[in-house]
Every structure is written in C-alpha cells, then in structure tokens.
C-alpha cells in the first residue's frame, strides 16, 4: 500500500482532495510502474485539484500531479529496468491519466526519459514541467537567433519565467524580468535579471500596432494583452516564444509586427514533444542550469499541502518552483 492525493467527485459535483492508501492494483495501465519520489505543482495542477476540475478532469476518483521524477519499480519494456532513474513530463498525466500525487505511478514507457546525468530527482523537479518549457522556449528562441539586446520575459516570478531568466543569465543574456509585484524584484535579480519590468507598463491596451524596437526576444508565460503588446516592441526579426495562457487565449494583435518587423510567434506546447525534443532539452538543463539558482526557485511541500497550494497558485500567490517530497 501507498499514500496518494486523491480528488473524488460528490453528487452535486464539486471535487476534494484528500491523502489516501491504495495499492498498485488501482493504478491504471503502463508498461512502467515508477517509484515516485518527487513531483511539483503548477497552474494547470491548480486547476485540475480545484472545485470542478477546472476542465481539465475526465474522470473520479483521479491522481494528479502533471510531473514526477523517481525510479523504476518494475518495466514490461525492455528500455527501462528496475533501479533506473526517470522523470517525465507531459502526455496529459495528471489530467487523463493519473500522476505524480501518489508514492507510485503507472505509465506507458514512451511517456518518460532517462534521467540525465548531473540531476538528481529533486533538482528534476525542482526544474518540473515549467522548468522543461522553458528549455524548450529557450532553445526555440536560439533556432531562430536571438538579437543583441534584453531578452524579456514575462510572469518572470513564476515557475516558467523564473527558470527561463535563470537560464537565459547562464547562458550570457540581459535579461528583463516582467512582474506585477515589486517585492519581487530582487528575487529575479538574484536569478539573474538585469532590470525589473512592472507589469503596468506591458497592460496597456494596445494602441499602436510598432513601438521602439526594445527586445532581443522574449519568452511569453502570460498572453493576452500583454503578448500583443510585446509584439510590437520586438527588434527586427526577434522572436516570441509563446507559452502561456494566464492573460488569456485572446490576441488582439495585428499582422504588422510579423509583415513590417518579421516577427516570429513561436508557439510552445510541452505536452506532445517527441522523445528526441525531450532528451535534448533535459541535457540541456542539466548542463546550462546553474543549480544555485534553482536552488533559490525552491520551496518544499508535502501531499497534504497541496490541496491550499492549489487555491494559493490559482490568486497568483506561489513564486518559483514548489517541489513536493511524496515521501514526507
């Protein structure tokens, strides 16, 4: 037996979350039954553990958790073998298929990746699914060259723009921290941001479709207004990789930034990547990540707090990364 945060559904629909043994016989099907060891929470993990599922839950009783790392129990496929550390990201787990908010999992063994030498399972999910899409944004930014001058980001204090600033410091860039809240101005700093962006001067609506030429690139975490806005501040063929959808799915936008400027909207999706996409980025990580800063993201929890982190994730009131021990 086993402890898992599980998310059951009363008759007049509303869900709750409570810790609760269940036996790998309950888990659903995979080729690879994982040991869980650490597993994290983000927004969409937010919406999934709130009253109505946010949309996202198919199907009570469930297991959340959109991301874990650990080590193989058991494998029917001959890629993994008992002892070998993995992590996986994506694939809907946590949303259709139960996840990483128990001490064990079942999945299907194209859904994980070898865990890449010089991370342990704590710093892998310290890093988390976020921290996975911003490798991917960063590398999209780098396919198609990132210009001289800042590099924004935008909901720079949360788990995706904290580890993009994190990575794009390392890798030798000005980069400019967009966030709503000043206090957190020198928690980016300490990541490595080189100026604070308030969120108020990126809200406006947009009136005029070009602005100055300001940035190099930018990585997107929040959308809506705010992307639109950034559009027409890019330099001459600089590129947004978009990832976020915070400030909502909307684009009031024109096509001038993309036929006067040749602007590039690079959209970023972290769920389906091919094995290949995933490998890469999390070698990438491992090697361009400075584990110092990650270190600062960080903040402990367990299962049974997860239920007030979900509320608390939803307001916008979680910086950096939260990495969850199943295990406490």
């Not at 299907?108 to 999910?125: C, E, I, N, S, Y």
């Not at 070009?210 to 930018?218: F, I, K, M, Q």
């Not at 890469?280 to 903040?299: F, G, H, N």
Request: charged share 20%; net charge negative.
């Amino acid at each position: 037996m086993f402890d898992a945060l599980v998310l059951k559904q009363d008759e007049d629909g509303k869900a709750t979350a409570a810790v609760q043994q269940l036996s790998v016989d309950d888990l659903p099907s995979g080729d690879v039954v994982v040991a869980v060891e650490y597993t994290t929470i983000n927004y969409k993990d937010g919406l999934c553990l709130s009253p109505k599922g946010g949309g996202l839950v198919r199907q009570y009783p469930h297991v959340g958790g959109i991301d874990f790392a650990g080590t193989v129990e058991s494998s029917d496929d001959d890629r993994y073998k008992p002892g070998d550390k993995v992590v996986l990201t994506g694939w809907r787990v946590g949303e259709v298929h139960w996840g990483g908010y128990a001490q064990k999992a079942r999945v299907k063994a194209d859904w994980l990746v070898p865990l890449p030498d010089g991370l342990d399972t704590r710093q892998a999910m310290a890093v988390g699914t976020a921290g996975f899409t911003s490798m991917l944004s960063v590398m999209a930014l780098e396919d198609h060259s990132i210009k001289d001058g800042p590099v924004l980001v935008t909901g720079a204090a949360g788990g995706v723009g904290s580890v993009a600033v994190a990575i794009l410091a390392a890798l030798g860039h000005d980069v400019a921290g967009v966030t709503g809240r000043p206090e957190t101005g020198d928690y980016l700093k300490s990541l490595g941001a080189t100026q604070i962006v308030p969120r108020e001067d990126l809200n406006e609506t947009v009136k005029r479709p070009l602005e100055g030429e300001t940035w190099g690139g930018c990585i997107d975490a929040v959308g809506g207004e705010m992307l639109a806005r950034v559009l027409g501040q890019m330099q001459y063929g600089a590129s947004v990789a978009s990832v976020g959808l915070a400030g909502g799915a909307g684009l009031p936008a024109t096509v001038i930034p993309f036929l006067l400027r040749g602007v590039n909207l690079l959209g970023i999706d972290s769920v389906m990547q091919p094995y290949e996409n995933r490998l890469r980025a999390w070698k990438r990580i491992a090697a361009d990540l400075p584990m110092d800063k990650l270190e600062a993201m960080v903040q402990p929890a367990t299962l049974s707090d997860l239920p007030k982190l979900a509320a608390d994730i939803l307001q916008g009131q979680v910086k950096g990364r939260v990495v969850v021990d199943v295990n406490a």
